[in-house]
């Protein structure tokens, strides 16, 4: 005896496969396993006429069933009786699916197993490719199947295959009014209290960043079709992700439906001993009440979902250990060079035991500095393996009182855990807030991305994610670029970190693939990527620096994301992007720079960072002005603090100049310089260097004076700094000048050349200003060889409306200036090449100048007559 039969609960689906299957099958018998829902057995019994009879499982004599055709389902605990006989001797078992596969699936010799949104289009495909005859009402019957797996072709579920088969449907008459009358479900009063229960008792959980809305009801007795419940409830909510428990006599019923591929409810209901796909599925717990169902439930949800987070998840790495040998004097060095409290002391890589900052600065205070580290550590030490779970950590640190924590892999020291760590985590976790409401912090950039970068931007962060994949390393987009991201400020300025991996080797790999050019630096870990169009984008390695001494470059070593995050400049900077395909948008925050984002608030990440970079003193300000934020309290007590010591003396001229240009480059320049001489620090750049109202005012004509020309639009660029960095130190005489640009160490010739001609110049705007240059010509002289910097500057400086007339008159008519008669022109009329020419073009452009010459004959009589007057001076 042949049988097609499928799941306890059938639906429209399971209903329209067996007849599917049928078609395949013609002397099967069709049985029901179990129940069906109300929906289906109300269609069946009024508008479905169609010549096939179903029989119920409890009239079949198993043991004569030779073959057992099963669809929509391949679970052995969800075919009813019919599990009874799974595995017997001579059976023969074909099966037609589309549910994902589990370890506890049925076998069959015959399978058709593919990922559509309905098993009724697996069939489908196959009647259609071995061109079985269907009729009309089949093809209607067999559309409602798909319908209502797919939410009418719908469902993030739904696929080609779905659409395809529905248009073959379609073609062989499906009546879709019809369709739509079978899947229409009208309430009972039963159901409509049960949907007020739920709509009553919904609780939304942040999942691993998804929202997960869970809600409960009770009812007598069940009838199967609370997934009518469940559509209704997401359609009128618009939900992501929901789960409906239903109590029912000594039973909890499980109904899931998830639009988002973050949730795969399909798992979830199998941990539970349900069933189904990613976007729908159910399961019946037994023996538990409906409270205890729900806390299993939220426990499949965290495990599955949000993977229980590991100590390797959380631990700092790479771990900086110290040998027992280690002196306790060196000790000190190595704790402050790397800002750290404590230290695994570590023998043939092995934890001997763990040693505080605190132990130590005492050990040497009391003359113990020769010392070794063994003589002072701490022995009794806790440590845990790499996948040890957050729990247990947490009694380690929090119940034992560890400070720092070893995380061992392979038998080797992997990374440490802090106190620190773990109170970020906690903070993290999943806690249920009033309202019913449970968040975990995390966050997810990539609408926002799509939203505010260009695609081909996107496309190259992209790209670095598949690369880093391929090579086994992780990329993080970081820094500047996250952070105005979330401020939806225009940056493409794209800094990408790699962990894991050597971001070179990352480098030269990905311009290998996609025919870039690359710039490595050995020194830092850094690399330059530059594309055909011309856009760059920076590689570095993720690393941690230390400073040998204030002010000085940094030494660098590899490290981790986290690590490298620590040594930025301010919290607002310490964000990061994950890139990597399956987790690429996701946002990393280790230090709360959201929430400084989020108080408009610029604070720095420990307490001696401007002592290790005064640099950063500058960029506190100019970041703050620039966003319209203000600087922590702390930071700023920091910032006077490094004042008294005035370790600007400490820090190369090159480095100083790049931060004051970046400031003079800003739109705010002029209220961050204001900020600068409150705090003290403009004069720690020069001290003839100073600010107040008048010196603000000259500051703005020359960004008014910059503006201007640049809306003339002419062919000569202005380093606009340039300009600014003149206004600004005007006060200083030349050699003042001059010593200060040595110090700065300002390079390259043409701003060498703007800064020298500042004191020519000046001279030329006294005459200027004292009326001494009383033709076009001779302003034309005075100009010429003046770069365009210091002509705005000169605009800007002078306080005569006449002299800005005057040089506006220069840059906009003057300087492009030029004769009719080229030096062509006088070769032909035999004037030779030589100084004598040079005369006459110099004589000829000095009356053009002055519109002594209007037209080309002019010039050409001009020309004839200098030469004839030439002429008979040299007789004379």
């Known amino acids: 005896m042949e049988v097609i039969t499928s799941h306890t609960s059938a639906d429209f689906d399971t209903y329209a496969s067996m007849i599917a299957a049928k078609k395949l099958y013609p002397r099967a018998r069709l049985v029901f396993s179990g129940s069906i829902e109300k929906g289906l057995r109300d269609a069946i019994e009024n508008l479905i006429r169609l010549p096939y009879r179903f029989e119920k499982a409890k009239d079949i004599d198993l043991s004569k069933i030779t073959k057992l055709i099963i669809v929509d389902i391949r679970c052995a605990a969800r075919i009813g009786p019919f599990s009874e006989i799974i595995g017997k001797k001579g059976l023969d078992i074909h099966i037609y699916d589309h549910h994902p596969s589990t370890d506890a699936d049925i076998r069959g010799s015959v399978e058709a197993i593919k990922p559509?949104?309905?098993?009724?289009?697996?069939?489908?495909?196959?009647?259609?490719?071995?061109?079985?005859?269907?009729?009309?009402?089949?093809?209607?019957?067999?559309?409602?199947?798909?319908?209502?797996?797919?939410?009418?072709l719908a469902f993030p579920s739904t696929t080609v295959r779905d659409y395809e088969a529905a248009a073959f449907l379609l073609s062989k008459g499906a009546d879709l009014k019809e369709v739509s009358d079978l899947l229409r479900k009208e309430l009972t009063p039963e159901e409509v209290s049960l949907l007020n229960d739920f709509l009553h008792s919904e609780t939304t959980y942040d999942i691993g960043g998804a929202d997960v809305v869970v809600a409960e009801g009770y009812i007598e007795k069940y009838v199967g079709d609370i997934s009518i419940l469940?559509?209704?409830?997401?359609?009128?909510?618009?939900?992501?992700?929901?789960?409906?428990?239903?109590?029912?006599?000594?039973?909890?019923?499980?109904?899931?439906?998830?639009?988002?591929?973050?949730?795969?409810?399909?798992?979830?209901?199998?941990?539970?001993?349900?069933?189904?796909?990613?976007?729908?599925?159910?399961?019946?717990?037994?023996?538990?009440?409906?409270?205890?169902?729900?806390?299993?439930?939220?426990?499949?949800?965290?495990?599955?979902?949000?993977?229980?987070?590991?100590?390797?998840?959380?631990?700092?790495?790479?771990a900086i250990t110290i040998k027992p040998e280690t002196l306790l004097k060196d000790a000190v060095e190595l704790m402050r060079r790397y800002n750290i409290n404590a230290v695994p002391v570590v023998t043939d890589g092995e934890v001997a035991g763990v040693i505080t900052r605190q132990v130590v600065d005492k050990a040497v205070y009391h003359g113990l500095g020769p010392s070794p580290v063994s003589d002072c550590m701490t022995t009794e030490v806790e440590w845990v393996e790499h996948d040890t779970s957050i729990d247990i950590i947490r009694e380690k640190v929090v119940g034992h009182g560890q400070r720092l924590l070893p995380v061992i892999k392979d038998g080797k020291v992997a990374g440490v855990i802090t106190r620190t760590d773990l109170i970020k985590l906690l903070q993290e976790e999943l806690v249920e807030r009033p309202g019913g409401r449970a968040e975990k912090k995390t966050r997810s950039l990539a609408k926002l991305m799509r939203e505010r970068l260009p695609e081909w931007a996107i496309e190259i962060l992209k790209d670095a994610g598949?690369?880093?994949?391929?090579?086994?390393?992780?990329?993080?987009?970081?820094?500047?670029?996250?952070?105005?991201?979330?401020?939806?400020?225009?940056?493409?300025?794209?800094?990408?970190v790699i962990e894991g991996g050597d971001g070179i080797v990352f480098a030269r790999s990905l311009a290998g693939r996609l025919g870039l050019k690359v710039k490595p630096h050995q020194r830092f870990k850094t690399a330059?990527?530059?594309?055909?169009?011309?856009?760059?984008?920076?590689?570095?390695?993720?690393?941690?620096?230390?400073?040998?001494?204030?002010?000085?470059?940094?030494?660098?070593?590899?490290?981790?994301?986290?690590?490298?995050?620590?040594?930025?400049?301010?919290?607002?900077?310490t964000l990061a992007v994950a890139l990597n395909p399956k987790k690429f948008g996701e946002l990393i925050d280790f230090f709360g720079?959201?929430?400084?984002?989020?108080?408009?608030?610029?604070?720095?990440?420990?307490?001696?960072?401007?002592?290790?970079?005064?640099?950063?003193?500058?960029?506190?300000?100019?970041?703050?002005?620039?966003?319209?934020f203000k600087i922590s309290k702390h930071t700023l007590n920091l910032i006077k603090n490094s004042v008294k010591l005035d370790i600007f003396k400490r820090l190369s001229g090159a480095r100083l100049i790049e931060e004051l240009k970046n400031i003079l480059e800003e739109e705010t320049a002029s209220k961050s310089i204001k900020r600068l001489h409150e705090l003290g620090l403009l004069g720690l750049i020069h001290k003839g260097v100073s600010w107040d109202a008048d010196r603000e005012l000259f500051f703005e004509r020359t960004r008014e004076t910059l503006v201007?020309?640049?809306?003339?639009?002419?062919?000569?660029?202005?380093?606009?700094?340039?300009?600014?960095?003149l206004a600004l130190t005007d006060p200083l005489s030349e050699e003042e000048l001059k010593g200060l640009t040595k110090t700065l160490m300002i390079s390259g010739k043409k701003r060498v050349e703007v800064l020298s001609a500042r004191e020519q110049g000046i001279r030329a705007l006294n005459m200027i200003n004292a009326g001494l240059v009383k033709k076009e010509s001779a302003l034309y002289a005075l100009l010429?060889?003046?770069?365009?910097?210091?002509?705005?500057?000169?605009?800007?400086?002078?306080?005569?409306?006449?002299?800005?007339?005057?040089?506006?008159?220069?840059?906009?008519?003057?300087?492009y200036t030029e004769t009719a008669v080229k030096g062509k022109d006088l070769l032909k009329m035999g004037i030779p090449e030589g100084p004598f020419m040079g005369e006459v073009l110099e004589a000829l452009l000095k009356k053009r100048l002055d519109r002594e010459l209007e037209t080309r004959e002019d010039e050409e009589a001009f020309v004839k007559n200098f030469v004839k007057t030439s002429k008979k001076k040299k007789k004379a």
């Open 593 to 628: 720079a959201q929430r400084d984002i989020k108080e408009k608030t610029i604070r720095v990440l420990h307490n001696l960072s401007f002592v290790e970079d005064p640099t950063r003193m500058l960029r506190a300000v100019r970041f703050s002005e620039k966003f319209g």
């Open 528 to 573: 330059v990527l530059i594309y055909p169009d011309g856009v760059k984008v920076d590689v570095a390695t993720a690393r941690l620096e230390y400073y040998e001494k204030p002010g000085a470059l940094p030494t660098v070593e590899q490290s981790s994301l986290k690590l490298d995050l620590y040594r930025r400049d301010f919290i607002i900077n």
């Open 116 to 152: 559509y949104g309905s098993t009724t289009t697996v069939l489908v495909h196959i009647i259609k490719e071995k061109g079985i005859r269907i009729t009309p009402e089949e093809a209607t019957v067999f559309m409602a199947g798909i319908y209502e797996d797919t939410g009418s």
């Open 784 to 815: 010429e060889d003046l770069p365009i910097e210091i002509l705005i500057y000169l605009m800007a400086r002078t306080g005569k409306e006449s002299a800005r007339k005057a040089i506006s008159n220069y840059i906009t008519k003057l300087k």
């Open 230 to 318: 469940a559509h209704k409830i997401i359609d009128i909510e618009g939900m992501d992700c929901l789960f409906l428990l239903v109590d029912s006599e000594d039973r909890v019923h499980l109904v899931a439906r998830s639009r988002t591929s973050a949730v795969d409810v399909g798992r979830v209901a199998r941990a539970l001993g349900g069933g189904g796909h990613a976007h729908a599925a159910s399961a019946t717990i037994k023996d538990l009440t409906l409270i205890q169902a729900k806390e299993k439930l939220l426990e499949a949800l965290r495990k599955i979902v949000a993977p229980a987070t590991t100590a390797a998840d959380i631990m700092s790495f790479p």
């Open 708 to 725: 201007w020309h640049k809306l003339l639009y002419t062919k000569d660029k202005t380093e606009d700094w340039l300009a600014l960095f």
């Open 466 to 496: 598949r690369q880093a994949d391929t090579l086994g390393f992780t990329a993080y987009a970081v820094g500047g670029f996250v952070r105005d991201l979330l401020l939806r400020r225009e940056n493409l300025d794209m800094d990408i």
